[in-house]
Structures are given as structure tokens and as C-alpha cells.
């Protein structure tokens, strides 16, 4: 613990608009290459570009979403660099006067509390797309991508642990989905994300030389790549060496970063205000009328989880990490609900989406959205069990058929005479006959090893198939032995 992490990160968000930032080609994923562009996305002379009102929206609504202070005044500047896939030789971007500014997020780590500073959001249009690959000692240009809107989202270097870093990108995440900007999808690249780590002594206030690393696309490899670096560093230091500020990529198949290119400055890129935009004047109306819309976070859905449904914090944090989630979840409920029980079935619900349905959809990697089972169907299931129709054992092939066909609870169950056994005579007749083939399990009972209850029950159980009544086996079983060790 001699040294600590100081860490800042900065996510590029493309944001969910039909067309590019500055022209009105598509953005679609994955077209031919430069079946996309435009004279104005690929940098032809004279072209002038026109701001895409949907982005600026976007970038307002996340703005808001993430406690930003939203610039009545800002404007679109020109980030000078060259490379193959950069058509006009410079960005537009912004610089001095960002949309939105001085933000924050809340993440949660080991059951504590932890603000993350935003220090920006800005808006900037994408680069292409080299291509490496293929025959002979070329590389291509695929400029599709050129002028697809982008928000950087820089965070205060207030992260102190790769696991902080993870959870910060999740939360973000999180909210992007939530806001409808951003689809998430890290691994087709509409989220990225860049780290900015330096290491520091315990107590120092200094700041350390920062290395920038690059290329990270999952929020596994966030927290991977962050410990290696961490761990250079030190070594480098502990070594007698000198932390150099440089651009380092992150390879997700050797588990290293390695060296790019000196890190540049701002100074580098020439920053000037871009000529051919003029200034954004953004009027307080118009905020008020997007913060209105925004839709319920997912921190307030998450504490309204807590209280309306009275489920335990754990509960609500995973079924309002995706919108999509949160929403099944509360059709489910609203199905099950009768004036019986005003509150619905919350609890079973969750257990049953968490537990079943999400190893289910991870086993063959789909979303919530992908599933045939239907919120409404669990819904009815639940009911099924509540009146004894199917025990919770039987409910779990019953669940897995329903997700698998799509068919409804009442239907599998008649389908496949899956029908609870309730009938008491027909228990009674089942516990005689396991209590008759296990006198050695009787006696050791009576002499008080009454963990052999389970046993019993296990034995009644596969008797049955499974079709027994769980309370009724356990209720008669209990009496009939009780019996016994009294006599």
C-alpha cells in the first residue's frame, strides 16, 4: 500500500442519431466499406458542414442525466493532427467552450458510496477506419465512420482502483442505455474507452507523469489493463526509473500494454475555433423541455425498487442495471398483481430472473430482448405454483420449456402431465411404502438423528417424480414418524 492509482477516464459514446454529425449519411454498422460518405465526410474542398440537431439533443440530455452544468454558450473547434483516416486532416471537435461541464456520477464499491467527477462532455465527429488486413503490404482506408457523431466524457482523475474504473464505465453505461444516446456496444466500438493512470505515494498530493492507455473495449479488460499498468509503473519506479508521459495500447491477447507514441499535449493539435460553424447558442427553454423527458435513472429506479417492492439492494442494483431488465421485471409484476396481494409477486420475480432466466440468456450470450419468454408468462407460472397446481421443482422444467418453445406455463404442464400430486391418500401411501423399504433409516430416526427427515423426503420425491406436494410430504411424513419414535 506504499503506492496509490490515480486514475481518469475518458469514454467516447457514438451516439444513436440515423446520420452523421455534420451530413446526412448514415450510420449504420456495418455496410461495405465507403458505401457511407459524403464530398463533405470525406473532406472535399469547399464543402460545408451542418450540425446535427438530434447530437446536440443527445449530448444535452446526457449532459443533464450526469449533473453537468449545461453551456448556454459553446462552440466546435478544429483538432489538428494527420493520419490515413482522418480525410480533412483535422477533427472538429470542441475545446475551450464544451457543451457540458463540471458533472459527476455516483458509483457503488464494496457497499460504499463514491462521487466521480465529470470535468466535460463535448461533442466531436469520428475518424475512419484502417484496415490492416489482406494480401501484400497494404493498408486500407474505410471512412463509413468519418463525421459519425461521437461524446467524450472525461472524467476527473477521482478513480482510485481499476475495480472503481469498471464500475464507473458500467454506471455510465448504464445511464447512455437508459437515455436512449448509445447503444453500449463496446465491442462494435460505439463505446470506448481511453485511461489516463499515474501512480503516486500514499499521502502525496502531487500528481504523478500519467500514461495515456488506449484500445480498451470491454470492462474486463478495463480493470486488466489498469492492473498491469498500475504495476509497471511501480516496477518502473521501484526500479530507479522515471515514468515517461506517452500513449500506450492496450493487447488484450498478451494481457501488456506497450509503448505507441509520445503523448502529445493539447498544444499539439493547434487548437483554433472551427470557421465554418458558428457558435452555439443553446436557450434555457429548450433545456427545461429535455430535462422533463429524461426518463427515470437508473439510481431512482433503483431506490424505488427498494421501497415500492421492498427487495433487498442487491436485487434492485442488478435488475435496473439495464433498462431493458428493469422493464421485464415491472411487467412481470404488474401481470402477477390481484387484490389478494396489492404488493404483487416482487420477490419471487426477481429470484426467479436472476437465478434461472439470466443463466438461461448467459448461456447462449442473448439479451433480455432476445428472449421468447414473455414477462406475463412468468407471471402465470408463479400463479401456478401459489395454488399448488406445480411444486417449485417442477416449476424449473416447466420455466425452462417456456423459454426454450415460447408456450405458456398452463400448456406445457397439461402438455406433459406435469400436474402436482396433492391428493393426500396418495401421499400418505407413498410415505408408508418409503418408510417400509428403510427400517435401518427408521431406526437410526427414532435414536434421534433427525437429519434423516431430508432423506425421507428425497425418497418420497423421486417415488413421485417429483410430482408430490412438497408441504404435504413434509407435514405427513413428520406425523408418521413422530409416531413411530413415540411408540
Not at 495515456?212 to 518502473?236: G, W
Not at 402465470?380 to 408456450?407: H, P, Q, R
Amino acid at each position: 500500500m506504499k503506492y496509490e492509482a490515480v486514475i481518469g477516464l475518458e469514454v467516447h459514446a457514438q451516439m444513436l442519431t440515423e446520420t452523421k454529425i455534420f451530413c446526412g449519411c448514415s450510420t449504420k454498422f456495418g455496410s461495405e466499406p465507403n458505401t457511407q460518405t459524403c464530398p463533405i465526410c470525406i473532406g472535399m474542398p469547399g464543402v460545408l458542414p451542418v450540425l446535427n440537431k438530434k447530437a446536440l439533443e443527445f449530448a444535452i440530455r446526457t449532459g443533464l442525466a450526469t449533473n453537468c452544468k449545461i453551456s448556454s454558450y459553446s462552440r466546435f473547434a478544429r483538432k489538428n493532427y494527420f493520419y490515413p483516416d482522418l480525410p480533412k486532416g483535422y477533427q472538429i471537435s470542441q475545446y475551450e467552450l464544451p457543451i457540458c461541464e463540471h458533472g459527476l456520477i455516483e458509483i457503488v464499491v464494496d457497499n460504499e458510496i463514491k462521487k466521480i467527477g465529470i470535468t466535460r462532455i463535448h461533442m466531436e465527429e469520428d475518424a475512419g477506419k484502417n484496415i490492416h488486413e489482406g494480401a501484400g503490404n497494404y493498408s486500407f482506408v474505410d471512412l463509413n465512420r468519418a463525421g459519425v457523431p461521437l461524446m467524450e466524457i472525461v472524467s476527473e482523475p477521482d478513480i482510485r482502483s481499476p475495480k472503481e474504473a469498471a464500475e464507473y464505465m458500467k454506471k455510465l453505461r448504464a445511464i447512455l442505455r437508459y437515455l436512449g444516446v448509445c447503444d453500449g456496444n463496446m465491442e462494435q466500438g460505439s463505446l470506448r474507452c481511453d485511461a489516463n493512470v499515474s501512480i503516486r505515494q500514499v499521502g502525496q498530493k502531487e500528481l504523478g507523469t500519467r500514461a495515456e492507455v488506449k484500445n480498451i473495449n470491454s470492462f474486463k479488460f478495463v480493470e486488466k489493463a489498469l492492473e498491469y499498468e498500475i504495476k509497471r509503473q511501480i516496477k518502473v519506479i521501484e526500479d530507479g526509473g522515471k515514468i515517461i508521459q506517452e500513449t500506450r495500447l492496450w493487447d488484450s491477447d498478451r494481457g501488456i500494454t506497450e509503448s505507441m507514441r509520445g503523448k502529445e499535449e493539447a498544444h499539439d493539435y493547434r487548437y483554433f475555433p472551427e470557421p465554418d460553424l458558428v457558435p452555439l447558442t443553446v436557450e434555457q427553454k429548450w433545456v427545461d423541455e429535455i430535462r422533463a423527458a429524461l426518463p427515470e435513472l437508473p439510481d431512482i429506479k433503483r431506490k424505488r425498487f427498494v421501497s415500492e417492492y421492498a427487495l433487498p439492494e442487491y436485487d434492485a442494483d442488478l435488475l435496473t442495471s439495464e433498462k431493458s431488465i428493469a422493464d421485464w421485471f415491472e411487467a412481470a409484476v404488474k401481470a402477477g398483481r390481484c387484490d389478494s396481494q396489492p404488493g404483487g409477486q416482487a420477490k419471487a420475480v426477481s429470484n426467479w430472473m436472476m437465478g434461472e432466466l439470466m443463466k438461461l440468456l448467459n448461456e447462449e450470450n442473448r439479451t433480455i430482448g432476445e428472449c421468447a419468454l414473455k414477462p406475463v408468462q412468468l407471471a402465470d407460472m408463479l400463479k401456478l405454483i401459489d395454488k399448488g397446481i406445480i411444486s417449485g421443482k417442477i416449476a424449473k422444467t416447466v420455466f425452462e420449456e417456456m423459454y426454450k418453445t415460447g408456450k405458456d406455463a398452463e400448456v406445457i404442464v397439461k402438455e406433459r402431465g406435469l400436474v402436482q400430486v396433492s391428493d393426500e391418500g396418495a401421499i400418505e401411501k407413498a410415505v408408508d411404502e418409503v418408510i417400509a423399504k428403510n427400517p435401518k433409516e427408521v431406526e437410526r430416526f427414532k435414536a434421534g438423528d433427525e437429519k434423516l427427515l431430508g432423506f425421507f423426503v428425497g425418497r418420497i420425491m423421486k417415488m413421485t417424480k417429483g410430482k408430490a406436494n412438497p408441504q404435504m410430504v413434509n407435514e405427513i411424513l413428520k406425523k408418521k414418524l413422530s409416531l413411530i419414535q413415540y411408540h
